[in-house]
């Protein structure tokens, strides 16, 4: 995402902000900066998050 685009909150309105943010994805705890809605606190993620990191996830479970 550039700095020209601006993403708002689908729910209020709000414009979103990057905010560090704890996920527990499949009783694990990690920590990225995201952007979210400062007035309901949902967040975006984003694409690379969600086949990155989040697959990691999965597969240290897969091996566990």
Same mark, same amino acid.
């Given at each position: 995402?550039?700095?020209?685009? =601006?993403?708002?909150?689908?729910?209020?309105?709000?414009? @979103?902000?990057?905010?560090?943010?704890?996920?527990?994805? @499949?009783?694990?705890?990690?920590?990225?900066?995201?952007?979210?809605?400062? =007035?309901?606190?949902?967040?975006?993620?984003?694409?690379? @998050?969600?086949?990155? =990191?989040?697959?990691?996830?999965?597969?240290?479970?897969?091996?566990?």
């Amino acid at each position: 995402m550039s700095e020209e685009e =601006k993403w708002k909150c689908r729910c209020c309105g709000c414009e @979103l902000s990057k905010r560090q943010v704890v996920f527990d994805y @499949l009783s694990l705890t990690f920590s990225e900066k995201v952007l979210r809605c400062p =007035k309901c606190g949902r967040v975006l993620i984003p694409k690379d @998050l969600a086949v990155g =990191k989040m697959v990691e996830v999965e597969a240290q479970l897969e091996d566990k």
